[in-house]
T-cell receptor, first 112, second 115 residues
């Protein structure tokens, strides 16, 4: 079945630093890939998505590119802000299971 | 604005008691889902429903029950058989089941604790 592995946190950065959160997946077929963000005490919000190889999803300065050759979907942002502090989840949907499979989440803490 | 409403935000349960978590959506979505979130873990699927009057067990259905009598509502009951119910519960919905291009939309969650 599908599985998603993302880097463990917490990730602590200073404001305006460059962010990378790694995400890799295993799947039969070609799943759609998503990044969700969870702010404290809230549900998950879709941040960005990519549905086929080489697609780049982008939103609010965040980007991730669907890399079939490395089965990766790393999340990047050039300059983080304190307001970006949250938990970020990578997820894969489709393939054999037809379910949305989540990584364990990565806590990002941005300090002023 | 359309969205998913979960209530209550916080819920306390006594040992041996059943409790029901509410989830309502006005997005006109066919599919609805319940997830459980524990610290340091990803979301795990409890139950899902593709259409009214139909639902399927997810990966951790034991100790839980659901109903789907209306398109907009998908309540989750945590029964006394669930031995470790303390967690954050998230409800989600999506337009059709099986469309990998359609992301799931989430409510703000219910935090359940045992007294």
């Amino acid at each position: 079945g599908n599985s998603v592995t993302q880097m463990e946190g917490p990730v602590t950065l200073s404001e305006e630093a460059f962010l990378t959160i790694n995400c890799t997946y295993t799947a039969t077929g070609y799943p759609s890939l998503f990044w969700y963000v969870q702010y404290p005490g809230e549900g998950l919000q879709l941040l960005l998505k990519a549905t086929k190889a080489d697609d780049k999803g982008s939103n609010k300065g965040f980007e991730a590119t669907y890399r079939k050759e490395t089965t990766s979907f790393h999340l990047e942002k050039g300059s983080v802000q304190v307001s970006d502090s949250a938990v970020y989840f990578c997820a894969a949907y489709g393939g054999a299971t037809n379910k949305l499979i989540f990584g364990t989440g990565t806590l990002l803490a941005v300090q002023p | 604005d359309g969205g998913i409403t979960q209530s209550p935000k916080y819920l306390f349960r006594k040992e041996g008691q059943n409790v029901t978590l509410s989830c309502e959506q006005n997005l006109n979505h066919d599919a609805m889902y319940w997830y459980r979130q524990d610290p340091g873990q990803g979301l795990r699927l409890i139950y899902y429903s593709q259409i009214v009057n139909d639902f399927q067990k997810g990966d951790i259905a034991e100790g839980y029950s659901v109903s789907r009598e209306k398109k907009e509502s998908f309540p989750l009951t945590v029964t006394s058989a669930q031995k470790n119910p303390t967690a954050f519960y998230l409800c989600a919905s999506s337009p059709p089941w099986g469309d990998s291009n359609q992301p799931q939309h989430f409510g703000d969650g219910t935090r359940l604790s045992i007294l």
